[in-house]
């Protein structure tokens, strides 16, 4: 069969699933691979001055180094039961989607294709490879990050107003 056809054959949430969740973790991962093959470890390429930067750090905790101290064997089993319960959570959530909710499926999509790169970092690596950096206002400089991580961000954006959209809708049709 096609890959056309497979495609069209089943339904737009899974779909979104496959194509969306695929290419985030793709990019993410090839992203990940260019930055470790071009760029040695605390190098900065500037993207915009004081602005962006490209940088390779390494991160073997959670969001903002949280429990980088662990012991790595404890990191690993916490992250790996973290993950597995993220992952659930994120089925439990699909399979509750109307076959054509495709806004929803986006933002799931997301989340599930960055959770699964940070996810292959640590049973890869022990570490989750970052390389965007930025410098905000007053000097303050945001935690490095990757695209895994921008994923889950915008598709929890991406929920968020979703769910907010449907809540003024309820409520203005109520009125």
Not at 12 to 39: M, N, W
Not at 138 to 155: E, Q
Not at 159 to 164: E, N
Request: charged fraction near 15%; glycine fraction near 8%.
């Amino acid at each position: 069969m096609p890959v056309r056809s497979a495609l069209e054959a089943i339904s737009p949430k899974l779909r979104a699933l496959l194509l969306v969740g695929g290419a985030a973790l793709g990019v993410d991962q090839l992203s990940k691979l260019v930055i470790v093959a071009a760029v040695a470890p605390w190098d900065r390429i500037t993207l915009v001055p004081g602005f962006a930067y490209v940088t390779h750090t390494r991160n073997p905790g959670a969001a903002f180094g949280l429990f980088a101290a662990a012991p790595r064997d404890v990191r690993l089993i916490a992250f790996v039961a973290i993950s597995l319960a993220a992952l659930l959570v994120i089925a439990a959530l699909y399979r509750r989607l109307a076959p054509g909710d495709r806004v929803q499926s986006l933002g799931l999509s997301l989340i599930l294709g960055g959770a699964i790169g940070n996810f292959l970092d640590r049973l890869w690596r022990g570490e989750v490879v970052d390389f965007l950096h930025v410098r905000l206002w007053g000097g303050y400089t945001w935690p490095d990050f990757n695209v895994a991580d921008v994923c889950v961000f915008v598709g929890v954006a991406v929920l968020v107003i979703d769910l907010l959209s449907r809540e003024a809708t309820e409520r203005a049709l109520h009125r």
